[in-house]
């Protein structure tokens, strides 16, 4: 373990969305693959304590940890490139700086002193900062929002603070910006990117490195300038092009020798870099052999970031499987009974995404139906594998009232609240949430693609299959294939007599990482090939 840690801390300017995330788990991947132990932390801005109780349409997919966490998307960026877990110490909100500095306030611990930004808010935002100092060779530190706004500048004023304290040596500012490309007058223009750089160096920041995203190259003389205008050495002015996909950033940065400035400017031993097993599978992605139309039904669609984490371990699942993943994006509001078999049915596989409230459901309920009856690969994910329970007990178990006590509250609610969750009045962070174990049945399809009597996956709901209704759900033909260690919660359900039919009360999509993907996704993922080369056949 190193004595201290090196610390990278990553800022984005002139506009949002440009993929702070994406770089931050890319020069992550790049420092691993030269033998550095690296992790990456999330500083978000907002005063939301978490991103839990926020709508998925305004901030996309909250990403659980095994240790139950609600946090940003972010993450789950990292722990797919990086292949390890994170935790709630590696995301940190506004909203839980100020909690935690008010209520020391409450209680005195400040012995009467006037609470200000700084140096009190600063002085919590550095200490969690550090927490892992010590432990990684490298801690990088996304900062969240754009240089400018005002509730990001406790977290610049933290990081200029934390780089004075541990010095430059071991310390490295990369800000991301924006050169964009003015069609009507065939020019590239620098000028966001100084003014975006001035704004960082205003607040006492000086940017060792500019990453540029920019649809097209950036000319020698572009960079050039912008590495006189902006203080920065001109080898450091690294173009951030669009790529085919993210998983090919990592190996962009690396032929811009990003890894070796960055082990350079902050004295890391000099080591090979190695992305062969990286190079493979991206190719995989890029040139498939095969093609699949996967129908991804949800009542979020018009924000796809909502359900980020599927579509990232369909690519996984697709390059595993040789397979190019044709997401097509399904509103449940739109789907009915009467046409479902119209939009449904030049598609190889189906996923029912998960949710919360009533809205779409009885869409999702038709897209099964179709599904269940017309021998379609299925796969159906919390609130998915919720309604695959409704849809099978009102059609199959012949109880036309079958709900879920989240819709609608009655004798037949198949899917009803768990005791310990009646009791709960505050919305964020009580849900059944983080990594819970579960148990296999073999000769099911789970244990087929788990290949293991005993898993464990993570959580984030708070109804579950209601235990009343398990006999006659069993006798109908649905097998119940994964429960908790005692037996009491199921975890998974499927149809044997059906080609694919598998519902988990989990979030698989949590858990794949590139190159590796998860066992069902890879497993959906082939029957899906599997009816697509028959219908071809």
């Known amino acids: 373990m190193p004595k201290s840690s090196k610390f990278i801390f990553i800022t984005g300017g002139v506009l949002s969305s440009l993929g702070k995330g994406i770089a931050s788990a890319s020069i992550g991947l790049l420092l691993k693959q030269r033998g ?33 966490a609600e946090t940003d998307l972010d993450l789950g960026h990292y722990e797919r490139y990086l292949d390890v877990s994170m935790s709630r110490q590696t995301n ?32 919590e935002i550095k200490k969690r900062m550090r927490t892992f100092d010590g432990k990684f060779d490298v801690i990088i530190i996304e900062i969240g929002g754009t240089v400018g706004d005002i509730e990001s500048l406790p977290f610049l004023e933290a990081s200029r603070q934390l780089t004075l304290e541990v010095g430059r040596a071991n310390a490295l500012n990369i800000h991301l910006t924006f050169v964009p490309f003015i069609r009507s007058a065939g020019e590239l223009k620098t000028k966001p990117t100084q003014h975006s750089v001035k704004a960082l160096m205003e607040f006492g920041i000086m940017p060792d490195i500019l990453l540029c995203r920019s649809e097209t190259k950036l000319p020698k003389d572009i960079r050039a300038k912008i590495a006189l205008f902006c203080n920065v050495e001109e080898q450091s002015v690294i173009e951030a092009l669009d790529a085919e996909t993210i998983y090919e950033v990592p190996q962009l940065f690396a032929k811009h020798n990003l890894d070796s400035i960055i082990a350079k400017k902050l004295h890391l031993k000099r080591s090979t870099l190695n992305l062969e097993t990286w190079s493979r599978f991206t190719h995989r992605i890029k040139a498939p052999k095969h093609h699949v139309n996967i129908a991804l039904v949800g009542k979020y669609v018009k924000l796809q970031d909502a359900y980020k984490s599927i579509t990232e371990a369909f690519i996984h699942a697709g390059a595993i499987n040789n397979t190019k993943v044709q997401v097509h994006w399904i509103d449940s509001e739109e789907l009915t009974d009467e046409n479902a078999a119209e939009v449904l049915k030049d598609m190889n596989g189906i996923l029912v995404a998960p949710g919360f409230g009533s809205r779409g459901i009885e869409g999702k309920l038709s897209a099964i139906r179709y599904v ?124 044997p007599k059906h080609r694919w039919f598998v519902g988990v009360q989990f979030h698989p999509e949590l858990k794949s990482r590139a190159v590796t993907g998860h066992p069902l996704f890879i497993a959906f993922i082939k029957a899906s090939l599997s009816h697509a080369l028959e219908q071809f056949a």
């Open 372 to 495: 269940r009856e017309q021998n379609i690969p299925f796969f159906g994910i919390c609130l998915g594998m919720q309604c695959s329970v409704i849809e099978f007990a009102r059609n199959v178990c012949n109880m036309p009232e079958a709900n879920s006590a989240e819709f609608k509250k009655n004798k037949f609610n198949v899917i009803d609240m768990m005791p310990d969750q009646k009791k709960i009045t505050d919305k964020g962070g009580t849900m059944r949430l983080g990594a819970y174990p579960c148990t296999i049945k073999k000769r099911s399809k789970a244990f087929a693609a788990y290949k293991n009597e005993h898993i464990s996956e993570r959580h984030r709901h708070r109804y579950e299959l209601n235990n009343d209704f398990r006999d006659i759900l069993e006798q109908h033909g649905m097998v119940l294939s994964g429960t908790s260690p005692d037996g009491k919660l199921v975890e998974i359900v499927e149809l």
């Open 36 to 68: 550095f132990t690296v992790t990456v932390m999330k500083f978000d801005p907002y005063i939301n304590v978490d991103p839990g109780t926020m709508n998925p349409l305004q901030h996309g997919e909250v990403f659980v940890t095994d240790d139950g």
């Open 92 to 123: 940190a909100t506004a909203g839980q700086v100020y909690f935690d500095v008010i209520s020391r306030e409450r209680r005195g611990e400040y012995l009467g002193k006037t609470v200000q930004v700084i140096p009190h808010i600063t002085d």
